[in-house]
């Protein structure tokens, strides 16, 4: 039973992590190529960055509110096994 909730915190950290590392990296060298591209420094890196800021938030919120969802079913799942087994 540990080495599950382990697991579920792992996944859950790595999965957090990708939504807030991932999005803004990708903004990071968009946004400087299209300020090299057109020469809009540094408006165009500003707006990427902003624009996946909002992604990130996005992603986090959807993958936070999955797991609690998944994590009332799971204790459900117990308190119910724990009812069933006295």
Do not use: C
Not at 5 to 10: E, H, I, L, R
Not at 29 to 35: E, K, S, T, Y
Request: charged residues 25%; aromatic residues 16%; positive net charge.
């Amino acid at each position: 039973m540990k080495k599950d909730s382990w697991n579920a915190a792992f996944r859950i950290m790595a999965n957090i992590s990708g939504w807030i590392a991932f999005p803004v990296i990708i903004g990071l060298f968009f946004g400087g190529w299209l300020d090299k591209k057109f020469n809009t420094a540094p408006w165009l890196l500003v707006t990427t960055i902003g624009l996946a800021f909002f992604i990130s938030m996005y992603g986090l919120v959807t993958s936070a509110l999955k797991e609690f969802k998944k994590m009332e079913r799971d204790a459900r799942q117990n308190k119910k096994s724990d009812l069933i087994d006295k």
